[in-house]
């Protein structure tokens, strides 16, 4: 098989400090930058939730579960890549959600290219998917890919989630639809 590790919006926002930070998200930055250098795959992509007016998706009242603080603004240092992610075994980075919440790292592109394209091109067939967080971006993005048939595994050692009970749905979600799990995610709140 040809391995993708596909690195899921691993961003100061979504880090210890950020705007919108999910515990944990520092630890799992170095915990991938530990996986990226034990090697063992063929290509290594991230993506980056990168909005400019994503409308509803942003609140002033936000929910945490389909509205949020505004996070990962284009122009802003949020958005970035948290430093402790070490970007040298990346091939690309794919942004998302300019004008519209998206949750799946398969509706990013790079460079022009949607993340299936891109990996097809490069005879992918199998995607080893971690980052932040557990039960939004990661658990779409493992969903899209097991639907578009990559052979999908969720290393949820290396995620952190937003909170116990939707991250409780998203192991299940993830089990339904045969996705190999490796691990448990870091949940602290
Ligand atoms: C995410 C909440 C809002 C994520 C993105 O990357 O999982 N979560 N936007």
């Keep these: 098989m040809t391995t993708a590790v596909v690195v899921v919006d691993v961003q100061n926002d979504f880090c210890e400090g950020g705007s919108l930070a ?68 990346l091939d690309a980075v794919f942004d998302k959600g300019e004008y519209a919440a998206a949750y ?37 993005t493992a969903l899209d890919a097991a639907r578009l048939g990559f052979t999908t595994v969720v290393r949820l050692d290396l995620t952190a989630g937003v909170a116990r009970p939707t991250v409780d749905a998203a192991l299940q979600a993830l089990q339904d639809a045969g996705i190999e799990l490796i691990g448990a995610p870091i949940v602290r709140t």
Excluded: K, N
């Excluded at 949020?68 to 802003?76: F, I, M, N, Y």
């Excluded at 799946?104 to 990996?119: K, M, N, V």
């Excluded at 067939?125 to 039960?135: F, L, Y």
């Design 22 to 89: 999910v515990a944990g998200g520092v630890e799992v930055a170095r915990g991938i930058t530990a996986r990226l250098s034990d090697g063992g795959f063929e290509h290594a992509v991230a993506t980056r939730d990168h909005h400019i007016d994503p409308g509803p998706h942003f609140s002033a009242t936000p929910d945490y579960v389909d509205t949020w603080p505004q996070h990962c603004v284009v122009g802003t240092s949020g958005v970035a890549l948290h430093p402790d992610l070490e970007t040298t075994h």
């Design 104 to 140: 799946s790292g398969f509706e990013a592109i790079s460079g022009g290219t949607p993340l299936a394209d891109w990996l097809r091109e490069r005879g992918v067939d199998r995607v080893e998917i971690m980052g932040i967080a557990t039960d939004h971006c990661v658990r779409a």
